[in-house]
DNA sequence: AATGAATGAGTCTTCATTCAT
DNA sequence: AATGAATGAAGACTCATTCAT
């Protein structure tokens, strides 16, 4: 008889992860306890320590996890043929819809990592200006084409695009209700609109 | 032999506010003990506890005292009868200047707090708003007289300029050595012109 | 012209004394601090420590005043020409006026030193004795003279007279409303009732 | 071999409650700090926060077990068929060996929690009042029968047979040296022949 | 792999007491 | 006498991590 074929089951190891999200988008890193993931994930406490070093490496893992593609990302955009502000159009589409698809993943990223100066911001430093390096070798792409104006760095204007949808996201993480569809359409043409175009336009 | 004047004696409650900007920049707020403020006050222990209800009311104390005056200073340049353009250059280098004056104190205001979604930012979160709702009143302003276009809201263009600022000011933080003068002086500059003037130009 | 009589003004040690047993009683000696009492009393924190030697000393001293009258009241009791049902009746009496006229004094009496076996429990032992003593010697004069049986010692039944006397204060002090007149009128005859009636009669 | 039989291991918490009885007993519940607990458990501190809340936990534990047998006794003790005398002294007793049998355990229940009215004895007090509800039940059974007097309440009389029983292990509690086995067999009769005998008798 | 009991370092907070004025 | 700032010891509680089964 064959066997139909089912979902795969996640091993503890991803359930453990799924739970810490879950728990620290919740909570907060600091405020949750390794036994509020255990509870979470429904799995002993010990378990947690079976695959995982330590508390941190368990967002270590979720932040690489998530960040690694989304450097990916960005250095596979800038291969294409693109306007350098379609490439940019993508690239906030791209972090948007990760917000869109698994809010408590990117929540967790961007308030327990990417700004939290004084812990793991400072830990996983290398990885986030591999993302800033990255964009603004788009940036400069498009300048050398002649589609920029060259009145500020490649640098800076990668800070400032990053800057703007770390913005737009932690706007989201305090919303009360849920995010509308096009609120998250509109956000992508807002960004781009705000770094390309400027207020004086 | 005339006395000379003399600095005032700061009384201990200011010398305490000073110390614990000092070691919140240096370790971090979670990573300091009320025993470190003490300590670098040169107070006893229980000093602090005598001026300050908790470890938590010190850090809102130095974030409030700051706070206020560029929310102050955000609302009295409104008034002015300039460029929007302008106004928002004023906002900029006044921030950029209280980092370039006071840099451990921006730090702990940014890291602690601004950046901080799951303690003290979600506590001061009106406080944070009250700023980028003044700042939305500039760029409306701007918008009522033509000079700003209208392809994005006040309210986006206020956070998105805050947000640079923000990414700006985190750029220092992470910095190892010290900012030079034409650093700070740049930094007002390319704020607005990457705000107003846009990439595309 | 002639001054006209007036009340006396208390001084600031007494006006510290009466603070301190309404605070006492209000909150328990452990659970008041010596600054509620200076606040109670209207006065200066470090005045508490110009008249008394310690937050100890003020229970010590509100305790003895008044033990001191009731021991000395047990003595004079037992040297009038009455029946000893009557000089128990008396000295019941009597520590149920105290508690009548100022319910919150005994309370602290009551709960913070005779009824705190671990703390001024101890350290009163010997006042406390010495009142079981002179109930003893109340009652051996019963027994001599045949208007009491001698099925127990006097050590015994002086022992057992206050148990009872004390029980029925913290019953009131645990009541939640104020005890009536009647109550109070009651509570002698009863507590001399049970003691020298007994159950049987 | 075979192997002897042996007296269980108690667990770490039946160690620990044990533990706390010794050093409540011989420090008082506010001077013994938890660490002491743990020490005479010769467990880590920390377990001691694994198996109970709080320090507050561990008393309230003690005392709950402890009296709700005793609270259970005086209920089967009124079922029985026995003049109500003798239903007291029953109960006498069996405070009275409780104490003969665990005296670190009494002296901690007695002077922590009943007699502690701004503590325990507050938290405790409906646990304490069924106590002498029940108490109560006898002596009306026994006015019903004609056996007692109606002189006072029956309420009354529970409350002063408590007492004396109460004040018998305080005398207990601050003696010095430890009780004879004559001393607690006389105390049972002496507290039943006070409470229904009477002095006049 | 899985469990959860056991460990113990770390720190905020309280508050009685002292002291300079 | 009167004030209140200054001192610092003490202790409950948390929780990441380890370890024996």
């Known amino acids: 008889m064959a066997a139909r074929p089912r979902a795969p089951v996640p091993d503890k190891r991803r359930i453990i ?3 810490a999200v879950k ?6 890193f600091t405020q949750c306890r390794v036994a509020d993931i255990a509870d979470e994930a429904g799995v002993a406490y010990g378990l947690v320590y079976h695959y995982f070093r330590s508390k941190d490496a368990v967002l270590d893992t979720l932040f690489l996890e998530r960040w690694e593609v989304m450097v990916e990302v960005i250095g596979q955009v800038d291969q294409q043929d693109l306007p350098a502000r379609e490439k940019l159009r993508y690239v906030a589409g791209f972090i948007d819809d990760s917000y869109r698809h698994d809010p408590d993943l990117m929540k967790v990223i961007i308030v327990e990592v990417t700004r939290a100066a004084n812990s793991f911001g400072r830990t996983h430093m290398p990885d986030i200006q591999r993302a800033y390096g990255r964009l603004a070798t788009i940036v400069e792409g498009g300048m050398r084409t002649g589609e920029f104006r060259t009145a500020v760095t490649p640098a800076f204007a990668a800070m400032a695009f990053y800057g703007v949808i770390e913005q737009v996201l932690t706007q989201w993480i305090f919303a009360e209700g849920p995010i509308g569809d096009e609120e998250f359409d509109r956000a992508k043409d807002l ?3 705000t770094v390309c175009g400027g207020l004086n336009g």
């Open 191 to 193: 960004i781009v609109e």
């Open 23 to 28: 728990v620290f988008a919740r909570q907060g």
């Open 17 to 19: 992860l799924d739970a």
